[in-house]
């Protein structure tokens, strides 16, 4: 079975600072995605960045970029220049399909990281 | 853009009771799912559905149940309540889509109290 885990309960950091928010996962699989996702207090949670398994190049997104390492199993997040609105829980995440062919593509989540950005 | 919405933010039931939290989602998509988020656990996998009518276990879908009449609505029944039941329940959806992943869009949740 795949197993995510977030060793990071709580982060916090001043404005404008960076940050790194660490994932580990296990899984006998060679494809795959792993995520990050971000939910804001009393917000909807949202897909902040996502890596596919067969892509040696990190995925970025403005001021998200990861690092994957796929032989480590280790698919860390960092924000760079951070904001005050980038405060929130952030869950590491990855997909596994089932093999039946329907295709829908069940994530596993982490126990989540709370992060503060400071003033 | 994509809307998914859960029919109550807050609620507070008794043990014993039958509770139905619905969740529905404008944009016409197959998958649906339903998570629970507790602190320390992240978010757990319940039931999910990918068409009418079809549902799938997931993790941990003891004392749960779901329907699927329509396809742009997914309900989570607890048939009858427990305090371990106590928990945030995430909606998600998202399109079937065999060969590449499709994002998960998920609801505001909704955190249920049984007293």
């Known amino acids: 079975a795949q197993t995510v885990t977030q060793s990071q309960p709580e982060m916090s950091v001043q404005e404008a600072e960076t940050v790194t928010l660490s994932c580990t996962y296990d899984t006998s699989e060679n494809n795959y995605y792993l995520f990050w996702y971000k939910q804001p207090p009393s917000r909807q949670m949202i897909l902040v960045i996502r890596?596919?398994?067969?892509?040696?190049q990190n995925a970025t997104e403005n001021r998200f970029s990861v690092n994957f390492q796929k032989a480590a199993k280790s698919f860390s997040l960092k924000i760079s220049d951070s904001q005050l609105g980038d405060t929130a829980m952030y869950f590491c995440a990855f997909s596994r399909e089932e093999g039946s062919g329907q295709g829908a593509q069940k994530l596993v989540f982490g126990q989540g990281t709370r992060l503060t950005i400071n003033p | 853009d994509v809307k998914v919405t859960q029919s109550s933010r807050y609620l507070v039931k008794r043990t014993g009771e039958k509770v139905f939290l619905e969740c529905v989602q404008d944009?016409?998509?197959?998958?649906m799912f339903w998570y629970r988020q507790d602190p320390g656990l992240g978010l757990r996998l319940i039931y999910f559905s990918y068409d009418v009518k079809m549902k799938e276990k997931g993790d941990i879908p003891e004392g749960y149940s779901v329907s699927r009449e329509k396809k742009e609505r997914f309900s989570l029944i607890l048939e009858s309540a427990s305090t371990n039941q106590t928990s945030m329940y995430l909606c998600a959806s998202s399109l079937l889509e065999e060969r590449d992943y499709n994002e998960q869009f998920f609801g505001p949740g909704t955190r249920l109290t049984v007293l």
């Open positions: 890596q596919e398994a067969y892509k040696q």
């Open positions: 944009m016409d998509h197959e998958n």
